[in-house]
């Protein structure tokens, strides 16, 4: 096979991928096959050869361009829509179930565009009379909205997670009319193996584990066993990849070339049945684990190295690189936006270009050297590009991985296996699999003594791209040949002292930063100048249990000051991850309000300053009042020279009338009450403030309809500029004495940033 056919192949796949993507994300869903058509003219009488290329490029385009026609519209946000679904995943979380539906009929009311294209969503069931069981049919009423996600700085992007995983729709299920079941699942091999492993008379943990490591069902890892890993650099080994494939195919075929050996001594090296043998055990491993998108990637790379390695009319390493991407690229196109798929492809060709020429490593001390120096080569470059997608690295991950990468591969994922060959005889399955608990408890305990020596970093943001830059150069400089040793050796002391660079230009005396936070219907605000840090609210708690604090910034954060408006939920929903992440140094709220720390009172007439700003508190009034709960928040007034922040909470119109005589003028910046409830940004209180900029901190297409029309038509007849978190993402301003209010959207517009 000549390269000029796998790498062509490969680039047009990685072609059409990019122009649907860009073709959808412009909304011109005609726009596609306008271009495709041109370009077929164009190389039909260039190149009619290179047409081969650009069907190949056309399909996948077609695929990807599939992805954008099948999303929820925007017309049934929010709407009661029933459905005939099968259960394709579950999983079970804090009391709720999260399925993951293969829609087979929908139907909308006859007032509301169609759903015909909707195929996968993924929808909440919070009632408890229901079991789901992946493989069930049946009728329900789905809530919907499009996959949005929330828009903050520097945290996990929730909607492109959605869109890589082909998820169409998210929403939960109706309990009225309740779900009925049209048929039982049908036995899954998966699913019998999963059932096996809970009557087993293992740890918790071990059943988990196992079932991750040989069954490709990573949901079954509880959310700590995540944050280990992901704080140590070691999920690459529990999801089904190339190691575990690897390894299953790499065992079948010395298994079947001893086998060869006894069966035919003087030919055994040109029997090829050992080599196929191997390579349906990688493809029967990969079934097995569900053929997810990483077990589907791995098995395809398995099967081409597999084919390189068995030098009969094989590839070059290079033609199977390319080959391979091409190929995963035509199965699931979307593979293109998963991170995983640049990571395992970046490791291996970085392994094909450091042992490229040279011989393969003999004996045990030449196979642990080959280890050594594959691992210590390819930890700087996988760090770089971790911290490109996630903006994280683990400090330990290389230390780390010399260690488990052989623990894992060499003792736990055999033991594993074994058990499952040895289950069908009593008791003696259990010996393998007690090994494999033995080894999980060290590799454990290595991870928590990690974690604790070296835990999850994220580097200042001014810092990520200089420090993953060194470490590509380190990778570079040590693992290309001919490189001069003076530019390894700085290299290797560029890398030490980045951590000592100067650090980010601290925020100057007199101005405030201020980020309102995306985190749907609630509110969450923080508020930082030179030397001081305060967060106003602290987010909702889902019913899920999920609290959007949790996302915004790493473990040990330090707040000097806390305010919460009041005790709802939307408002309150986060303390409890505040109290178990991070430390806060005072916390404030009204009086008469639950909260499960203690807080000082906020009353109004105090007043205090830091770094040259101005804090007031307007209200509540001192001592014990009647108010309600909202009428009870805490207001908060803040001064940085002429401009001025005034957050509400949710006061409603009769407080925000007691307020004005304590306000000095125009308003800058105003947080609207209530997230633009009707009952709060009354005439009076709008047209006497006139603030210049307003801020709804909003859900996107929340059940209240915030904000409200009456109350955005109050702000634009005082020409104020309104910004709506469910739209325009976290907002991020800075107040300047003697410098117009400049707002940063972090979502991107389709009509560009607003100017006001």
Request: proline share 7%; net charge positive.
């Amino acid at each position: 096979m000549g390269q000029g056919i796998a790498m062509p192949a490969a680039l047009a796949a990685l072609g059409g991928s990019l122009l649907a993507w860009w073709a959808g994300g412009q909304g011109g869903t005609w726009l596609l096959p306008l271009v495709l058509m041109m370009a077929g003219l164009s190389v039909g009488v260039w190149r009619p050869r290179a047409l081969v290329w650009l069907l190949l490029g056309g399909s996948v385009a077609f695929s990807i361009q599939q992805e954008w026609v099948r999303r929820l519209p925007v017309g049934l946000s929010g709407q009661d829509i029933a459905v005939h679904a099968k259960v394709t995943a579950v999983q079970q979380q804090s009391g709720v179930q999260r399925l993951r539906l293969s829609i087979e009929r929908c139907t909308a009311p006859a007032h509301l565009p169609r759903c015909d294209q909707l195929n996968s969503v993924r929808v909440s069931a919070y009632d408890h009379e229901h079991e789901y069981v992946v493989g069930e049919r049946w009728q329900m009423t789905l809530r919907l909205r499009p996959p949005y996600g929330f828009i903050n700085p520097n945290t996990f992007d929730y909607e492109q997670w959605l869109w890589r995983e082909g998820i169409h729709a998210t929403g939960y299920i109706r309990p009225d009319p309740a779900p009925q079941r049209l048929t039982h699942a049908s036995p899954r091999l998966r699913q019998l193996a999963s059932d096996f492993l809970a009557q087993l008379p293992l740890e918790a943990r071990t059943q988990r584990w196992l079932a991750a490591l040989t069954l490709g069902d990573s949901e079954k890892l509880n959310q700590d066993d995540w944050a280990l890993l992901n704080a140590t650099g070691t999920t690459h080994l529990v999801v089904i990849s190339g190691l575990h494939v690897g390894l299953v195919a790499s065992f079948v075929l010395l298994l079947g070339r001893y086998a060869a050996r006894v069966v035919s001594p003087t030919n055994w090296r040109l029997r090829t049945w050992p080599w196929w043998l191997a390579g349906a055990a990688a493809v029967g491993y990969a079934v097995l684990a569900g053929l997810a998108p990483p077990a589907m990637r791995a098995m395809i790379m398995t099967l081409l190295g597999l084919w390189v390695l068995s030098g009969r009319h094989a590839p070059g390493p290079w033609q199977a690189w390319w080959l391979a991407l091409a190929l995963v690229l035509i199965v699931d196109p979307l593979a293109l936006w998963r991170p995983g798929l640049w990571l395992s492809f970046m490791a291996v060709g970085w392994l094909i270009i450091i042992w490229q020429g040279r011989s393969r490593p003999r004996g045990v001390k030449g196979w642990c050297w080959a280890l050594l120096r594959s691992q210590l080569l390819l930890a700087p470059l996988m760090a770089a590009a971790v911290l490109f997608a996630f903006g994280r690295v683990a400090p330990t991950a290389p230390l780390i991985n010399l260690v488990a990468v052989p623990w894992v591969s060499s003792v736990m994922v055999p033991t594993a296996l074994l058990g499952w060959l040895l289950s069908p005889l009593p008791f003696v399955g259990l010996v393998p699999w007690w090994v494999f608990e033995q080894a999980l408890a060290v590799f454990h305990q290595l991870l928590v003594v990690a974690v604790e020596a070296a835990p999850l970093w994220q580097p200042p943001a001014h810092l990520a791209y200089p420090l993953a830059g060194s470490l590509v150069l380190l990778s570079l400089c040590w693992g290309l040949p001919a490189v001069p040793r003076w530019l390894r050796v700085g290299a290797a002391v560029l890398l030490v002292t980045i951590p000592w660079w100067p650090r980010e230009q601290a925020i100057p005396p007199g101005q405030l930063h201020v980020t309102v936070y995306d985190v749907g219907q609630g509110q969450l605000i923080e508020l930082r100048s030179a030397n001081f840090r305060l967060l106003y609210d602290t987010g909702p708690r889902f019913r899920s249990g999920f609290m959007p604090l949790q996302s915004l910034w790493p473990p040990g954060q330090d707040f000097d000051q806390v305010m919460v408006s009041h005790a709802d939920t939307d408002h309150a929903g986060g303390v409890d991850a505040l109290l178990a992440d991070h430390q806060v140094a005072q916390w404030w709220a009204p009086a008469g309000e639950s909260l499960s720390i203690p807080s000082q009172r906020c009353e109004q007439g105090q007043r205090w300053q830091r770094d040259g700003i101005t804090y007031r508190i307007l209200w509540p009034p001192s001592g014990e009042n009647t108010l309600s709960s909202n009428d009870r928040s805490c207001v908060l007034a803040v001064y940085a020279g002429e401009h001025s922040l005034l957050i509400t909470g949710d006061v409603g119109n009769q407080v925000e009338r007691q307020l004005l005589p304590q306000l000095n003028g125009n308003v800058s910046v105003l947080v609207a009450g209530h997230h633009g409830s009707g009952t709060s940004s009354g005439v009076q209180f709008v047209r006497e403030t006139q603030p210049h900029h307003v801020v709804f901190s909003a859900g996107r297409d929340n059940a209240f309809r915030h904000p409200a029309d009456d109350v955005v038509r109050r702000f634009r007849q005082q020409h104020s500029c309104l910004w709506n978190t469910a739209q325009d993402g976290a907002l991020k301003f800075t107040l300047i004495p003697q410098q117009p209010v400049t707002f940063q959207p972090l979502r991107a517009l389709a009509g560009g940033h607003k100017r006001c």
